[in-house]
Nanobody, 126 residues
Framework: VQLQASGGGLVQTGESLRLSCVASGPTFNSYAMGWFRQAPGKEREFVAAISWAGKRTDYADSVKGRFAISRDNAKNTVYLRMNSLKPEDTAVYYC????????????????????WGQGTLVTVSS
């Protein structure tokens, strides 16, 4: 499985971005997908996750109400819509796939994920 993330960039506080992650492989609709981020000098942290069919999602408290994860299984793509961005959202954002997940699972621990994208940088200026 290969994951290609895109959509990062430089924005100002309060603006929005949408990240995309395209996955290879014919069984994307059986992977739970997640987004993580790593800010300079900090450990990687969970941002959001979505189940196979997109019916269940979970978010880090720091992004609840501002970020939305979604997926289009026909396009093998998972999205992260980020609204009301803050300087503390500045980080490299990574998408990840849990190919061994069960239906309905929304794993939040990075250890559950088997494949990772290369990351896309989001910079929010104040």
């Amino acid at each position: 499985v290969q994951l290609q993330a895109s959509g990062g960039g430089l924005v100002q506080t309060g603006e929005s971005l949408r990240l995309s992650c395209v996955a290879s492989g014919p069984t994307f609709n059986s992977y739970a997908m997640g987004w993580f981020r790593q800010a300079p000098g900090k450990e990687r942290e969970f941002v959001a996750a979505i189940s196979w069919a997109g019916k269940r999602t979970d978010y880090a408290d720091s992004v609840k109400g501002r970020f939305a994860i979604s997926r289009d299984n026909a396009k093998n793509t998972v999205y992260l819509r980020m609204n009301s961005l803050k300087p503390e959202d500045t980080a490299v954002y990574y998408c990840a796939a849990d190919v061994n997940s069960v239906s309905g699972a929304v794993p939040i621990g990075s250890d559950w994920y088997d494949y990772w994208g290369q990351g896309t940088l989001v910079t929010v200026s104040s």
